[in-house]
């Protein structure tokens, strides 16, 4: 599926000219002052007569400016190229017109073309692996809105319409998964067949742009399966070749500017090996695309891994402590990340044993936007969601109050709250766990003295059942374990 070109043909006998950029839905990221930049360039069939002149010119018409007509570049190597500079926030048609002649008459001929819609607003990675390419069952999926578009991996501009992700479609080698003898009918077959593909990105983004009332772009990035390994920033000088590479040769095409990363990623990473790196891979991994993008404050909202369906124990999968480690870690990470915040997801439901479903990937996009609006724009829609802020004992040590930051108005009462573990060389407590009065907080009472040396984890093991969450829905952070 290639993207639309306008071809504007001077006269009958005179040869072509089409607009290659911009391309209809288009989205071009703003700068500090609410302007963009929408890059021209137009392609030439033919050669000109001997002694003939183009004078191409190009404007923005939006809904409410009209920007003067911009001269382009002259023609060189059968192409014209130009800027249209101050363009203000919204949706436009990009309008073309060409004078051609000849140096010693005033024979003169006009043509027009234009593109639309083209849009000034904001570009937003989405990065990591499956979950963020997104596997929710296709059958009520949120519809395409204009002024909401996506750039698919096949460096196509168009209306976002979930599946956002198609890898075989991919330019770069790095997310085709086939030979290249297979390519051409795999990509038939998986647009026939696909069932699967609701994803995040478009729910955040209406959500944003109702609150922002921008136009926004989504990039897609993401790739189902892979680890930090496979994200190494030191790949960049791969390209194609590599996860990170591709990511920022997509990103330098539509300008080199974002307003900031969407992340989905670490069930990969949550073995023996990898989940004691993690935390570290995340810091540097931030920090390296902060550098790439020359942008030291750029937002990174991201989520906390959710249920793995499975029971346990079992040795098929991995220790359920290092899912947890994983999950503590990406707590933590919003500490050690300035202009981030981590997007709580253990009340997901899911597609299949680890994929959010459609409703929950909803729901956790809704939440991302909500970060976003923050960190991004400066619009208290809401707090990141309840998060452990202290540890409070009473004396006889038979009381445990759990101080609560971040939570959106008031904890729900729900009734018996569940979740809670307290262990002691890995032998269970038992206690009874309720909402402090003012529900600004958890209390744990147990029957008698809890030893000095016991551990406290909220959400523990692969698929715990959980309740505790504010005003509006966020669950409690996984966290633990942590020593009390």
């Not at 069939?45 to 570049?73: D, K, Q, Y």
């Not at 904001?122 to 296709?138: E, F, P, R, T």
């Not at 190494?232 to 000088?237: E, G, I, M």
């Not at 040396?453 to 633990?480: E, R, Y």
């Amino acid at each position: 599926m290639k993207p639309s070109r306008t071809e504007i043909r001077l006269s009958d006998t005179a040869f072509p000219c089409r607009i290659v950029e911009p391309v209809p839905h288009q989205v071009v990221q703003r700068d500090e002052r609410n302007e963009a930049v929408i890059p021209i360039k137009l392609e030439l069939a033919g050669v000109l007569p001997a002694g003939s002149e183009l004078c191409a010119e190009a404007r923005f018409n939006g809904t409410n400016s009209v920007g003067p007509w911009t001269p382009l570049g002259p023609a060189e190597n059968h192409a014209i190229t130009g800027v249209l500079a101050n363009v203000p926030v919204g949706e436009h048609s990009v309008e073309i017109r060409i004078r051609s002649g000849t140096a010693d008459s005033d024979d003169s001929r006009t043509a027009f073309g234009s593109v639309s819609p083209v849009f000034a607003g904001d570009l937003w990675i989405l990065a990591g692996q499956s979950n963020m390419d997104g596997v929710g069952k296709l059958g009520e999926i949120q519809q395409p809105e204009a002024g909401i578009s996506c750039f698919y991996l096949g460096d196509r501009w168009d209306v976002a319409t979930d599946p956002l992700c198609w890898l075989l479609e991919s330019v770069d080698p790095v997310n085709r998964e086939v030979s290249d003898a297979e390519l051409a009918q795999a990509i038939v077959e998986q647009r026939q067949f696909r069932q699967h593909g609701a994803g995040l990105g478009i729910p955040f983004a209406k959500e944003v742009r109702q609150q922002v009332q921008v136009p926004i772009g989504l990039i897609v990035c993401s790739h189902s399966g892979t680890s930090m390994a496979h994200w190494d920033y030191r790949l960049a000088d791969k390209g194609g070749d590599s996860f990170y590479g591709a990511m920022l040769r997509r990103i330098n095409k539509l300008g080199g500017k974002v307003k900031g990363v969407l992340w989905y990623q670490g069930e990969s990473d949550t073995g023996t090996v990898t989940a004691p790196l993690y935390y570290d891979a995340m810091v540097s991994w931030v920090a390296a695309l902060r550098q790439d993008l020359n942008d030291p404050l750029l937002p990174f909202i991201y989520a906390q891994l959710s249920v793995f369906h499975v029971l346990e124990p079992d040795t098929r999968w991995p220790d359920p402590a290092l899912w947890n480690r994983v999950q503590d870690d990406q707590l933590a990470l919003e500490q050690a990340i300035a202009h981030s915040a981590m997007v709580p997801t253990i009340d997901a439901g899911l597609a299949d044993i680890i994929h959010l479903d459609t409703e929950s990937l909803r729901i956790v996009g809704r939440r991302m936007a909500w970060q976003a609006l923050r960190i991004a724009y400066g619009m208290q829609v809401a707090e990141k969601g309840p998060r452990p802020a202290g540890f409070r004992w009473n004396e006889a040590r038979t009381e445990l109050t759990i101080d609560l930051s971040g939570i959106n108005g008031r904890l729900q009462e729900i009734g018996p709250l569940c979740g809670f573990r307290v262990e002691r060389e890995k032998r269970r407590i038992p206690f009874a766990a309720e909402l402090t009065e003012d529900r600004q907080g958890i209390h744990l009472r147990f029957e008698q003295s809890v030893p000095a040396d016991c551990q406290l984890s909220h959400g523990a093991g692969f698929n715990p059942v959980v309740n505790a969450k504010d005003a509006m829905g966020i669950p409690l952070a996984v966290f633990g374990p942590v020593s009390i």
